[in-house]
């Protein structure tokens, strides 16, 4: 996609959606500046622990039933 095509792109969205692209590239952009003058042996481990994170969803699930817990019964128990 060509520059003009990703600007095209981005004048047809609302301005909700351009301000979080905005957010989205200056935080890019503060993440390199901060990355000036590492050496390569610290990229390499940002760069790995980058990679370990990754986007996950939590997948609601039903029980059955609503739980109640109890806080003090369950702190008596463990002696606490």
Same mark, same amino acid.
């Given at each position: 996609m060509s520059t003009q095509e +990703?600007?095209? =792109?981005?004048q047809s969205m609302s301005l909700k959606e351009r301000l979080t692209i905005i957010e989205a590239t200056l935080k890019l952009i503060t993440d390199d500046i901060s990355l000036l003058?590492?050496?390569?042996? =610290?990229?390499?481990?940002? =760069?790995? +622990? !980058?990679?370990? !994170? !990754?986007?996950?969803?939590?997948?609601?699930?039903?029980?059955? =039933?609503?739980?109640? +817990?109890d806080r003090d019964l369950i702190y008596s128990e463990r002696g606490i």
């Open positions: +990703v600007i095209t =792109e981005i003058g590492k050496s390569n042996k =610290e990229l390499d481990y940002i =760069e790995k +622990v !980058r990679q370990r !994170r !990754r986007n996950f969803t939590i997948k609601p699930f039903d029980l059955g =039933e609503d739980l109640t +817990v």
